[in-house]
């Protein structure tokens, strides 16, 4: 079928020719999508009125197949023919004629839909803190921090090896680190980690 945008531009040797300003497109921009460039930027009012025709006419297409249906394609399918409806998409129900008749935007349905939905969810956030009774809970003891001064066998130089372990701030030169040391537990980089086992 071939698109609507033809009734406006005609078929010549040296490519098309717009029919409203005799325009002539060069053969290699001949394709139907810069025709609707043409229109668009050249005659806005046609452009809009057959993009307004073209999504017009692709949501009734969709509403009349879903309208024309088979009750039979809504149940659920048989074991025998199973397999056939596994690619076949689900079944479209025609919502749009309800809202047509309702005179309801279905942006505003949707919006307040979704305030209703954080509403409720809101709620029950306070329900569910109010059953778990979280103010009772003592708040937990934060782990100390090593006390450099008071690590012993610090400068004994045996067995300090570096182990990976959880991101830390390096004790020598405040950086991140992933490395600490096994005998001292202290965050240290590569870099810190000789200088801080050696006595100054």
Same mark, same amino acid.
């Given at each position: 079928?071939?698109?609507?945008?033809?009734?406006?531009? =005609?078929?010549?040797? =040296?490519?098309?020719?717009?029919?409203?300003?005799? %325009?002539?497109?060069?053969?290699?921009?001949? @394709?139907?999508?810069?025709?609707?460039?043409?229109?668009?930027?050249?005659?806005? !009012?046609?452009?809009?009125?057959?993009?307004?025709? @073209?999504?017009?006419?692709?949501?009734?297409? /969709?509403?009349?197949?879903?309208?024309?249906?088979?009750? *039979?394609?809504?149940?659920?399918? #048989?074991? %025998?023919?199973?397999? @056939?409806?596994?690619? *076949?998409?689900?079944?479209?129900?025609?919502? =749009?004629?309800?809202?047509?008749?309702? =005179?309801?935007?279905?942006?505003?349905?949707?919006?307040?839909?979704?305030?209703?939905?954080?509403?409720?969810? $809101?709620? #029950?956030?306070?329900?569910?803190?109010?059953?778990? $009774?979280?103010? !009772?809970?003592?708040?937990?003891?934060?782990?100390?921090?090593? !006390?450099?001064?008071?690590?012993? &066998?610090?400068? !004994?130089?045996?067995?300090?090896?570096?182990?990976? #372990?959880?991101?830390?701030?390096?004790?020598?030169?405040? &950086?991140?680190? /992933?490395? #600490? +040391?096994?005998?001292? &537990?202290?965050?240290?980089?590569?870099? +810190?980690?000789?200088?801080?086992?050696?006595?100054?």
């Amino acid at each position: 079928m071939p698109s609507v945008v033809w009734n406006y531009f =005609a078929k010549t040797e =040296a490519g098309p020719k717009c029919l409203l300003c005799s %325009d002539l497109r060069r053969r290699r921009d001949s @394709s139907t999508k810069t025709m609707w460039v043409h229109l668009k930027l050249k005659h806005f !009012d046609v452009y809009q009125a057959l993009r307004g025709q @073209s999504d017009r006419n692709t949501a009734r297409f /969709g509403m009349d197949t879903a309208m024309t249906k088979p009750s *039979s394609s809504l149940s659920t399918p #048989s074991p %025998d023919n199973s397999k @056939s409806n596994i690619s *076949s998409n689900p079944p479209l129900l025609p919502f =749009a004629p309800f809202f047509e008749q309702q =005179a309801v935007p279905v942006n505003n349905v949707v919006l307040q839909s979704y305030i209703q939905l954080i509403k409720v969810f $809101n709620a #029950s956030r306070q329900f569910s803190a109010i059953q778990n $009774n979280q103010t !009772d809970h003592e708040p937990e003891e934060e782990e100390k921090k090593p !006390d450099i001064k008071n690590i012993q &066998n610090r400068y !004994d130089l045996v067995s300090h090896w570096p182990e990976r #372990s959880h991101q830390a701030c390096c004790v020598g030169c405040k &950086n991140d680190t /992933g490395i #600490s +040391c096994n005998k001292c &537990n202290v965050g240290l980089c590569v870099d +810190c980690f000789k200088t801080f086992h050696l006595p100054s």
